[in-house]
């Protein structure tokens, strides 16, 4: 399918300059002098670079189409981590560049969707929310309730979250995936 500039909605994908972008953020402009144009931010799929760029209305782009497939995250054997297909039990290594930041918040038997686009996997989405134990944190002091102040913990798969000071070293905590913001406790 093809897109033209014109008809940009936020997080459509399209195919340019050898590369798949998403787009982030479009603005028409139309200015008092001149001819109007498309002001847009793209976020390249595979890199997570982000540029932002002016297109002609008319421009035409292909629409990339992006796979989306349920995966099992299993183990991780030396760099590689290991996903098996939920549907055909297929198991796929990934390198740790396939799998880029999304793996901070994801342990083993966690679903992940692993989006590819023309057999190329691109990217990988942890659960939206995970519930994960604090592995390592200062004690929280007993009357120290001043709000929002937090402090910084560890969970099970060694990311860092901020925390507020009540939380405890052992408990389970809900972090938002996309944000890596604690959410509440378990």
Request: hydrophobic share 35%.
């Amino acid at each position: 399918m093809v897109v033209n500039a014109g008809s940009f909605k936020n997080g459509i994908t399209i195919e340019m300059d050898n590369g798949i972008w998403q787009i982030v953020e479009f603005q028409h402009v139309k200015p008092g002098k001149g001819s109007p144009f498309v002001r847009a931010k793209l976020k390249n799929v595979k890199t997570g670079s982000v540029i932002e760029t002016s297109f002609n209305p008319t421009e035409k782009f292909d629409l990339a189409h992006i796979d989306k497939t349920k995966y099992s995250y299993l183990y991780r054997d030396g760099d590689m981590y290991v996903f098996m297909n939920l549907e055909t039990y297929d198991q796929i290594p990934l390198s740790p560049d396939q799998v880029g930041d999304a793996m901070k918040f994801v342990k083993e038997n966690d679903e992940c969707m692993i989006c590819s686009c023309n057999g190329d996997i691109i990217s990988i989405e942890p659960p939206m929310f995970v519930e994960l134990e604090v592995t390592e944190t200062e004690p929280g002091v007993k009357g120290d309730t001043a709000t929002g102040a937090t402090k910084p913990a560890t969970v099970e798969t060694g990311a860092q979250v901020k925390v507020p000071l009540f939380v405890n070293q052992g408990d389970k905590i809900k972090i938002d995936t996309r944000t890596g913001e604690y959410l509440s406790r378990v």
